[in-house]
């Protein structure tokens, strides 16, 4: 077997959508309109992820990330190129490439509403026919990542967001899939959630080599579990390698923290190459007394803005 979880090869996806007209006449006009135009959602995309990868999949609102993963999970047909999960078409083997994936998509649960979340986990075990003892294997391996105990009897219905995405998350990998999709985990949650939820998915990542594929606009989550990212804008690829290697490129960029007389603290990103930082500082001293200084390298945060803002074209 190949050490590839993923390929993809020149996948395109385009959207047919009636063009629509306004008013009333117009909502009568589209009843009966052939007049469509094409949304290229995804354009060319080339692909490769190994085994125990996590790739942070990134790009601003509309860039055609969710496009890309329902492709990669058969959920739609590309138009044009080619997908293999774990060796296989997904959307021509739904049902195999379902026995090899796991799937978050943000705040829609997979599971069961009403039932306790233990009786969906031994559905989810009949389903995909998972072993007793792996089962077994898997609750420990969870209890030890995760505190369990205040979910694993509760119905989701009953369940915070936070626990909701919590055990959702559970639910993808125990069938031990080869890859797990996330599009968006952390959207919604506290700080501390969200901490625990990173911390929880690297932990099974970890354990279990699963690949995992990460949307997310939350660079925070970037941070804590990609070492590698992607971006795409407007459904083409336009990055594709370490986070490292992409602050290097902004090496000389540094975050200027300033406290300022009345203890608030202001914050500026400055290109060394450009400006001196001496300088802003005096001249900042000018205006108000300032009590303290911090000097940061560019956050993956202000990386990721550049980069949407077209800045490293
Ligand atoms: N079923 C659909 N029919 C028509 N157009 C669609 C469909 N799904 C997505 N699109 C369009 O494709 C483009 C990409 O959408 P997509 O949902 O993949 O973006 P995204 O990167 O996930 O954005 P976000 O960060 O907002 O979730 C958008 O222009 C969207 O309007
Ligand atoms: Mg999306």
């Known amino acids: 077997m190949d050490n590839q979880a993923l390929v993809m090869k020149n996948v395109c996806k385009d959207f047919k959508v009636l063009n629509r007209h306004e008013g009333l006449k117009g909502s009568i006009q589209d009843l009966f309109s052939r007049d469509y135009k094409t949304i290229s959602a995804v354009k060319d995309v ?5 085994r125990g990868e996590i790739i942070g ?3 601003p609102n509309g860039a055609g990330k969710s496009t890309t ?28 490439n379902c026995e090899n994936i796991g799937v978050v998509f943000g705040q829609r649960s997979q599971l069961w509403w009403s039932l306790p979340l233990v009786e969906s986990f031994k559905l989810l075990r009949d389903i995909y026919m998972v072993p007793k003892n792996e089962y077994n294997d898997m609750i420990e391996l969870y209890k030890s990542l995760v505190d369990i105990e205040p979910i694993i009897n509760k119905p989701v219905r009953q369940m915070s967001l936070g626990q909701r995405t919590l055990s959702d998350i559970l639910a993808a990998f125990l069938h031990n899939p080869a890859i797990v999709f996330l599009d968006e985990p952390t959207i919604g949650l506290d700080v501390s ?51 490292e290697h992409l ?6 960029y540094r975050t200027l923290h300033m ?11 400055i290109d060394e190459k450009e400006t001196d930082i001496m300088d802003v500082i005096m001249r900042k001293q000018k205006e108000t007394k300032i009590k303290d200084i911090r000097l940061e390298e560019i956050s993956t945060e202000e990386v990721i803005k550049k980069i949407y803002e077209g800045d490293a074209a």
């Open 46 to 50: 080339s692909l490769e992820v190994s």
């Open 247 to 252: 602050k290097s490129y902004f090496g000389s």
């Open 57 to 59: 999949y990134l790009g």
């Open 69 to 96: 993963i329902k492709m990669m999970t058969g959920v739609l047909e590309p138009t044009s190129g080619e997908i293999l999960v774990n060796g296989k078409v997904p959307y021509k083997n739904r049902t195999e």
């Open 259 to 269: 406290r300022l007389a009345d203890d608030t603290w202001e914050s500026m990103l």
């Open 193 to 243: 959630m969200k901490d625990k939820i990173r911390s929880l998915i690297k932990g099974l990542n970890k354990e279990k080599n699963t690949t995992v594929i990460l949307t997310t606009h939350d660079m925070g989550d970037v941070d804590a579990l990609c070492k590698r990212i992607v971006i795409i804008d407007k459904g083409t690829k336009i990055y594709d390698n370490d986070i």
